[in-house]
T-cell receptor
Framework: KQEVTQIPAALSVPEGENLVLNCSFTDSAIYNLQWFRQDPGKGLTSLLLIQSSQREQTSGRLNASLDKSSGRSTLYIAASQPGDSATYLC??????????????FGKGTKLSVKP | NAGVMQNPRHLVRRRGQEARLRCSPMKGHSHVYWYRQLPEEGLKFMVYLQKENIIDESGMPKERFSAEFPKEGPSILRIQQVVRGDSAAYFC????????????FGPGTRLTVL
């Protein structure tokens, strides 16, 4: 059974810092991995999707890497801003067996960027 | 192109009542997923539907919960005889195809059971 873990659970940094959020998964046979952002009381915004054949994806100040063999992904945020404050969720799509492509989520990292 | 729409955004029910949550997928999307987020918990998959078909309901509680995605109209998640433990945020996601496609999430329905 696939399990997704995110470390740390919470992170507080001063504005301008570069930071790394970590995600690990137990079964490396994944179809893809997706990073989301969730603001309090709001829905999920997709940030980056990495297919299993890819090693990384970039969008603006965000860079996500994937090491499928070790079951790890990182989300790198450059030059953090207060507007980056949110909960960041990692989800894997293993698409095999009975899962039919549903996403398996970690519990998230709650990021606070102080001005 | 409007995003995924969910209504109501907030729903309050008393124990024993029924809750109906609606999800309109993005235009052109025929795949719908429902997830539940309990307080202080991660999102958990409930059910995956295509038009008129339930593809995977392995995450749905066996009793009181049902889902449908008719040929016309939104997908409906129905909870009968709600209990306090059903209080959660319920999210719907849609995609243009199944396995491996990006899922686009709606804003969620926050259900509170009194």
């Amino acid at each position: 059974k696939q399990e997704v873990t995110q470390i740390p659970a919470a992170l507080s940094v001063p504005e301008g810092e570069n930071l790394v959020l970590n995600c690990s998964f137990t079964d490396s046979a994944i179809y893809n991995l997706q990073w989301f952002r969730q603001d309090p009381g709001k829905g999920l915004t997709s940030l980056l999707l990495i297919q299993s054949s890819q090693r990384e994806q970039t969008s603006g100040r965000l860079n996500a890497s994937l090491d499928k063999s070790s079951g790890r992904s990182t989300l790198y945020i450059a030059a953090s801003q207060p507007g980056d404050s949110a909960t960041y969720l990692c989800a894997v799509n293993d698409g095999y067996g009975g899962s039919q492509g549903n996403l398996i989520f970690g519990k998230g990292t709650k990021l606070s960027v102080k001005p | 192109n409007a995003g995924v729409m969910q209504n109501p955004r907030h729903l309050v029910r008393r124990r024993g009542q029924e809750a109906r949550l609606r999800c309109s997928p993005m235009k052109g999307h025929s795949h719908v997923y429902w997830y539940r987020q309990l307080p202080e918990e991660g999102l958990k998959f409930m059910v995956y539907l295509q038009k008129e078909n339930i593809i995977d309901e392995s995450g749905m509680p066996k009793e009181r919960f049902s889902a449908e995605f008719p040929k016309e109209g939104p997908s409906i998640l129905r909870i009968q005889q709600v209990v306090r433990g059903d209080s959660a945020a319920y999210f719907c996601a849609s995609s243009p195809r199944g396995v491996g496609a990006t899922q686009y999430f709606g804003p969620g329905t926050r259900l509170t059971v009194l």
